[in-house]
């Protein structure tokens, strides 16, 4: 080589080591090397290797989300649902971190006709159709590049994707109609023949019979808020970055929640929420006359653990099984087991499901109301008949409002072991809704759940009004996110109501529900009942992170039940109000700072007098039979 082409190279490699230098002078390398060979000499671990690769992790670059992948899969009844995983740069290397599958918000129709079935169908392929083009396309370029652990900034995109897809879908839906106002013929419509025959009188009506007419006019039903089309992504994709977050840090989901909740401060306890567990339905669907009892449920005495509480429900299961049908075998039994997990059956009375838990539980030594407590999920919106303006709650039998509220009033008189009715009414029975819960709120939980407004809608507008209620039923559906769940919690734990995390009709196996429930604090957690994979999944799940927490010593005891005395309440917001001095009507505000979950005109506190679950279900044992 030519002396000119040997000095060129030796400097070309001078330039290349003070490049070198530069570049590991600036990232610490020289310092970092250093301390870790003298702290691993004096150490001498055996994996000498491996303890020098985890020392220099903690100086890595924190994991950012690389890729998303959205899947159609099936969920518990074999229906389509959406799963996401995530994928992310991790040490240089992309890495699947984990993934979620998110539940459908849709019912299953029982004894629905087959064009609303087909209907039903195409809705739901056609919502995860356009939320897999989501994942896969413009939210996975959107997301990537972020931090996991960063949930807010994750939330907030998502948020402010799905509010420009819904003026999207707007302004789509505005261009349809001018279309097809543009493409009506210019001539006016031809008027339709009118019901009135030239005599006068009506069609179809014979002379000197009366039209049944609703002895008091309801409230009309309110619009079924509309679901987006496609916004099952949102949901899906802020549960797996949650998921993913607590993943990369190695820490359960349910404390990655509860540190999100609490601003990162780390609790020092935690609890687990009481399960509620349907045993039976006896609801519309059934085959008997009753229609009111979609569920029936268990709820275990708050001094047993979670597993105590589940072993002893199991054994009432057992024994309701044989009450059933006492000679038969495990196939023809399980025949009655519905998509809620839970044993189905027809009965014709009010009564006669009681009278069956009662049979059960003595059965076994037991006794209501002391060592298992009820709940029933009334479904009355799914009872109403507009025409008559009354519930069906027996075939035939017809309530209206106002007698629902009494019915229920000598129901829990006669049966106090039940400490919690959920959705006993409409939601637009609003009136009724604060009649029954001065009447026995001060004893029974009054729980909304298909009464309550969707959880984005609660966060959204923190004066909206739902029924005056103890607690709502909170579903993690659509374009729920994860910092709109941490925040309504936040709310009802202000206003001292419980919130209850619970599972959908159509439930997949992923069991993420369950550390939602626990790292929110909720009260109760409703999964349906102790059959079927995808229910039992989310079981063994309370049941192992309970086993956890009392392992490291910060499980909190279960504490008695609290009930809210409304009428006591109202009678001190009363007072107070009668000993306020005259205010100018100007100075009054306005109808739109009424508090969240506050139906009535009175500005009546939630967080005032509580009676205990011992003193409020002290029974007669004589009313059994």
Same mark, same amino acid.
């Given at each position: 080589?030519?002396?000119?082409?040997?000095?060129?190279?030796?400097?070309?490699?001078?330039?290349?080591?003070?490049?070198?230098?530069?570049?590991?002078?600036?990232? &610490?390398?020289?310092?970092?090397?250093?301390?870790?060979?003298?702290?691993?000499?004096?150490?001498?671990?055996?994996?000498?290797?491996?303890?020098?690769?985890?020392?220099?992790?903690?100086?890595?670059?924190?994991?950012?989300?690389?890729?998303?992948?959205?899947?159609?899969?099936?969920?518990?009844?074999?229906? #389509?649902?959406?799963?996401?995983?995530?994928?992310?740069?991790?040490?240089?290397?992309?890495? +699947?971190?984990?993934?979620?599958?998110?539940?459908?918000?849709?019912?299953?129709?029982?004894?629905?006709?087959?064009?609303?079935?087909?209907?039903?169908?195409?809705?739901?392929?056609?919502?995860?159709?356009?939320?897999?083009?989501?994942?896969?396309?413009?939210?996975? &370029?959107?997301?990537?590049?972020?931090?996991?652990?960063?949930?807010?900034?994750?939330?907030?995109?998502?948020?402010?994707?799905?509010?420009?897809?819904?003026?999207?879908?707007?302004?789509?839906?505005?261009?349809?109609?001018?279309?097809?106002?543009?493409?009506?013929? $210019?001539?006016?419509?031809?008027?339709?023949?009118?019901?009135?025959?030239?005599?006068?009188?009506?069609?179809?009506?014979?002379?000197?019979?009366?039209?049944?007419?609703?002895?008091? #006019?309801?409230?009309?039903?309110?619009?079924?808020?509309?679901?987006?089309?496609?916004?099952?992504?949102?949901?899906?994709?802020?549960?797996?970055?949650?998921?993913?977050?607590?993943?990369?840090? *190695?820490?359960?989901?349910?404390?990655?929640?509860?540190?999100?909740?609490?601003?990162?401060?780390?609790?020092?306890?935690?609890?687990?929420?009481?399960?509620?567990?349907?045993?039976?339905?006896?609801?519309?669907?059934?085959?008997?006359?009753?229609?009111?009892?979609?569920?029936?449920?268990?709820?275990?005495?708050?001094?047993?653990?979670?597993?105590?509480?589940?072993?002893?429900?199991?054994?009432?299961?057992?024994?309701?099984?044989?009450?059933?049908?006492?000679?038969?075998?495990?196939?023809?039994?399980?025949?009655?087991?519905?998509?809620?997990?839970?044993?189905?059956?027809?009965?014709?009375?009010?009564?006669?499901?009681?009278?069956?838990?009662?049979?059960?539980?003595?059965?076994?030594?037991?006794?209501?109301?002391?060592?298992?407590?009820?709940?029933?999920?009334?479904?009355?919106?799914?009872?109403?008949?507009?025409?008559?303006?009354?519930?069906?709650?027996?075939?035939?039998?017809?309530?209206?409002?106002?007698?629902?509220?009494?019915?229920?009033?000598?129901?829990?008189?006669?049966?106090?072991?039940?400490?919690?009715?959920?959705? #006993?009414?409409?939601?637009?029975?609003?009136?009724?809704?604060?009649?029954?819960? *001065?009447?026995?709120?001060?004893?029974?939980?009054?729980?909304?759940?298909?009464?309550?407004?969707?959880?984005?809608?609660?966060?959204?507008?923190?004066?909206?009004?739902?029924?005056?209620?103890?607690?709502?039923?909170?579903?993690?559906? *659509?374009?729920?996110?994860?910092?709109?769940?941490?925040?309504?919690?936040?709310?009802?734990?202000?206003?001292?109501?419980?919130?209850?995390?619970?599972?959908? $009709?159509?439930?997949?196996?992923?069991?993420?529900?369950?550390?939602?429930?626990?790292?929110?604090?909720?009260?109760?957690?409703?999964?349906?009942?102790?059959?079927?994979?995808?229910?039992?999944?989310?079981?063994?799940?309370?049941?192992?992170?309970?086993?956890?927490?009392?392992? *490291?010593?910060?499980?909190?005891?279960?504490?008695?039940?609290?009930?809210?005395?409304?009428?006591?309440?109202?009678?001190?917001?009363?007072?107070?109000?009668?000993?306020?001095?005259?205010? &100018?009507?100007? +100075?009054?505000?306005?109808?739109?700072?009424?508090?969240?979950?506050?139906?009535?005109?009175? #500005?009546?506190?939630?967080?005032? +007098?509580?009676?205990?679950?011992?003193?409020?279900?002290?029974?007669?044992?004589?009313?059994?039979?």
């Amino acid at each position: 080589m030519e002396p000119g082409g040997e000095r060129e190279l030796r400097r070309h490699l001078l330039e290349l080591r003070h490049q070198a230098a530069e570049y590991y002078r600036s990232n &610490e390398v020289p310092q970092r090397l250093e301390e870790a060979l003298n702290a691993t000499f004096y150490l001498r671990p055996a994996d000498l290797y491996g303890h020098l690769a985890n020392y220099f992790s903690k100086f890595s670059k924190p994991p950012v989300i690389c890729k998303l992948i959205g899947r159609k899969v099936l969920d518990g009844v074999g229906r #389509p649902t959406l799963e996401v995983e995530i994928f992310c740069t991790v040490k240089n290397h992309e890495k +699947s971190i984990c993934s979620i599958v998110v539940s459908s918000h849709s019912e299953i129709l029982e004894n629905a006709s087959p064009e609303a079935i087909d209907a039903d169908e195409k809705e739901r392929n056609d919502s995860i159709n356009r939320a897999l083009e989501w994942v896969n396309g413009s939210l996975n &370029e959107m997301l990537r590049d972020l931090q996991p652990a960063d949930q807010c900034k994750v939330d907030e995109l998502l948020g402010e994707y799905f509010a420009k897809k819904v003026e999207e879908e707007k302004e789509r839906k505005e261009i349809e109609r001018e279309e097809q106002e543009a493409a009506i013929s $210019a001539p006016a419509c031809v008027p339709a023949l009118s019901a009135v025959t030239p005599s006068g009188k009506k069609k179809g009506v014979k002379l000197g019979k009366k039209c049944s007419v609703a002895e008091k #006019p309801i409230p009309p039903a309110e619009p079924i808020e509309p679901v987006l089309c496609g916004s099952i992504a949102i949901g899906g994709l802020s549960l797996a970055v949650a998921k993913t977050g607590a993943t990369i840090n *190695n820490t359960p989901l349910y404390l990655h929640l509860a540190l999100m909740k609490r601003d990162q401060d780390l609790p020092k306890e935690l609890t687990v929420p009481l399960p509620m567990v349907t045993l039976l339905s006896c609801g519309k669907s059934s085959s008997g006359k009753l229609k009111l009892m979609k569920e029936v449920m268990l709820i275990p005495p708050t001094e047993l653990t979670v597993k105590q509480g589940t072993e002893r429900l199991l054994e009432i299961q057992k024994q309701m099984m044989r009450l059933l049908d006492p000679v038969a075998k495990g196939p023809s039994v399980l025949r009655r087991i519905s998509h809620l997990g839970c044993l189905i059956t027809g009965c014709d009375s009010l009564e006669q499901p009681l009278i069956l838990m009662q049979t059960a539980c003595r059965n076994l030594g037991l006794e209501l109301g002391i060592d298992v407590h009820l709940a029933i999920n009334c479904a009355a919106h799914e009872l109403m008949d507009y025409t008559k303006g009354k519930y069906e709650i027996l075939t035939g039998t017809l309530k209206s409002p106002d007698e629902m509220v009494d019915m229920y009033v000598d129901l829990i008189n006669k049966y106090p072991s039940i400490i919690a009715l959920v959705d #006993p009414l409409r939601k637009e029975d609003g009136q009724q809704w604060s009649n029954i819960c *001065n009447a026995v709120g001060s004893r029974c939980y009054l729980i909304a759940e298909d009464a309550a407004k969707s959880i984005s809608k609660l966060v959204e507008d923190q004066n909206i009004n739902v029924p005056k209620c103890s607690g709502l039923i909170i579903k993690y559906t *659509n374009q729920t996110k994860i910092s709109d769940l941490t925040e309504l919690t936040r709310l009802l734990d202000g206003q001292k109501h419980i919130a209850i995390l619970g599972s959908p $009709a159509g439930e997949s196996s992923d069991d993420s529900l369950v550390d939602l429930a626990v790292g929110l604090g909720a009260r109760f957690i409703k999964l349906g009942g102790l059959s079927r994979g995808e229910r039992v999944t989310k079981y063994n799940r309370l049941l192992a992170i309970e086993e956890e927490l009392a392992k *490291n010593g910060t499980l909190r005891s279960g504490e008695n039940h609290e009930f809210v005395d409304f009428a006591e309440e109202a009678e001190t917001a009363e007072e107070l109000l009668d000993a306020l001095p005259p205010i &100018e009507q100007d +100075s009054w505000p306005s109808q739109h700072s009424q508090p969240l979950l506050a139906q009535d005109q009175n #500005p009546v506190s939630l967080c005032g +007098s509580t009676l205990h679950l011992n003193e409020a279900t002290k029974m007669d044992p004589s009313i059994f039979p």
